[in-house]
């Protein structure tokens, strides 16, 4: 069984595919490449937008996604894509 973290930085998006039964990351992405803009009204103040938030994450699960190609316990290749749909994103 796969699990998908993500973990929403005021920088970027992370996110990683773990193997459950391995207990370890197979697939990893983050986007944007670059920080993210964080917006200054007024002094000490910082805003995102959350629609941002939400356009990184859906593009750091398709890349993530694109990685869909992870190895069994026996070495056997298997193919994983996490449903597009589930997310907003196809």
């Not at 699990?3 to 370890?24: E, F, N, P």
């Not at 990351?25 to 805003?47: C, D, L, M, N, R």
Request: net charge negative; proline share 4%; charged share 20%.
């Amino acid at each position: 069984m796969y699990l998908l973290g993500i973990d929403i930085g005021t920088s970027s998006i992370k996110v990683a595919v773990v193997d459950v039964h391995a207990q370890k990351s197979v697939a990893t992405a983050q986007y944007p490449a670059e920080e993210t803009e964080i917006k200054a009204i007024h002094p000490g103040w910082a805003e995102q937008s959350p629609m941002d938030w939400w356009h990184n994450a859906q593009q750091a699960i398709l890349k993530v996604n694109a990685l869909h190609l992870f190895e069994s316990k026996e070495n056997q290749s298997h193919r994983y894509r996490l449903p597009d749909a589930w997310f907003g994103c196809g």
